[in-house]
């Protein structure tokens, strides 16, 4: 099975700082035969599902702000939100679709400093 | 807009079977893929597994000896059953659909079920 695993589990940030997490698959989740990378990020704030935010590793859903941007191939990944707002205090998850069973991270909690 | 609700009771016996409905709305749940999630308080997302909607399945090893996922094309929904249930079964249940690949898009706004006597 497919681990993933994300740094750190927690961050503050001042408001218009740039938050960065970190994503690490337990293999690689770049599937070879169409190049992409078949890892997502959601965002889930407190009493909501989560919301996608990002697939195919940097491919932004229609509605979510530029600030937000995924990066990364096989087996490391990053997302970063350029300037923090105060609406993007929330948990944020990695999520690896490569294969089955599907993985999370364990989710890295984005707070204001 | 497609539109998922869970539904069922929220509070299971141990040992009993938890049983939750998803019913989906404003779209067909024919083509499609559909998971079920958990998430136990104040812990990560799990996934349990999910059903396509001629009926195959499958289903993450941690669990797979209680769950079943079953769907019901004519009433658009799917259900899962969780069976002998313990305490560490507690958590907030969500239903979602598959897009593109296999990222969740669309998602319930989740059920919480408590194991308890």
């Known amino acids: 099975d497919i681990v993933m695993t994300q740094s750190p589990d927690s961050l503050a940030v001042s408001l218009g700082e740039r938050a960065t997490i970190n994503c690490k698959s337990s293999?690689?989740?770049?599937?070879?035969?169409?190049?992409?990378?078949?890892l997502a990020w959601y965002q889930q704030k407190p009493g909501q599902p989560p919301k996608l935010l990002i697939s195919?590793?940097?491919t932004r859903e229609s509605g979510v702000p530029d600030r937000f941007s995924g990066s990364g191939s096989g087996t490391d990944f990053t997302l970063t939100i350029s300037s923090l707002q105060a609406e993007d205090v929330a948990v944020y998850y990695c999520q690896q679709y490569y294969d089955t069973p599907r993985a999370f991270g364990q989710g890295t909690k984005v707070e204001i400093k | 807009q497609v539109q998922l609700q869970e539904s069922g009771p929220g509070l299971v016996k141990p040992s009993e079977t938890l049983s939750l409905i998803c019913t989906v709305s404003?779209?067909?749940?024919?083509?499609?893929?559909w998971s079920w999630f958990r998430q136990p308080p104040g812990k990560a997302l799990e996934w349990i597994g999910y059903?396509?909607?001629?009926?195959?399945?499958t289903y993450t090893p941690f669990l797979k000896s209680r769950v079943t996922i079953s769907v019901d094309t004519s009433k658009n929904e799917f259900s899962l059953k969780l069976s002998s249930v313990t305490a560490a079964d507690t958590a907030v249940y969500y239903c979602?659909?598959?897009?593109?690949?296999?990222?969740?898009?669309?998602w319930g706004q989740g059920t919480l079920v408590t194991v308890s006597s």
């Open positions: 293999q690689s989740v770049l599937y070879s035969s169409n190049n992409k990378n078949y």
């Open positions: 195919w590793a940097s």
């Open positions: 404003g779209g067909s749940i024919s083509s499609y893929y």
């Open positions: 979602a659909r598959h897009d593109a690949g296999g990222v969740f898009r669309y």
């Open positions: 059903i396509y909607y001629s009926g195959s399945t």
